[in-house]
């Protein structure tokens, strides 16, 4: 059997985010239940803020969520220069894992954007 955790808050790391994880800690039956946190990183994602509510917990920070809206067209520098940065600004702040997001379902939610299916 595979092992499965959850993570939590799975927000943008607002105050709202700081304060859903200060109560998490509080409550050690669900502090011990959750494998790490994770937020998204738009609107400035991965926080030294957030990454100190769990330092030597033993929990892992996680990025579960990225990605510059619109198509994806061959030779686009700007999107491929948007992700890497923020990439490697969330590494800088102590991400353990990072996911790029995309879209699995109707592109026309946003118009011209990728997806995998329709």
């Not at 917990?57 to 948007?82: H, I, L, N, Q």
């Amino acid at each position: 059997m595979a092992l499965v955790n959850d993570l939590t808050p799975e927000t943008v790391g607002k105050p709202l985010d700081y304060a859903m994880v200060d109560a998490l800690k509080a409550d050690r039956a669900a502090w011990n239940a959750l494998g790490g946190i994770a937020t998204h990183s738009y609107d400035g994602g991965a926080t030294e803020q957030m990454a100190d509510t769990i330092v030597g917990t033993g929990k892992d920070y996680w990025m579960t969520e990225f990605c510059v809206p619109g198509p994806e067209d061959p030779g686009d520098f700007f999107r491929a220069s948007a992700e890497a940065t923020t990439f490697l600004s969330d590494m800088n702040h102590r991400v353990s894992y990072w996911i790029h997001f995309e879209r699995v379902g109707r592109s026309g939610l946003v118009p011209g954007a990728t997806s995998l299916a329709e």
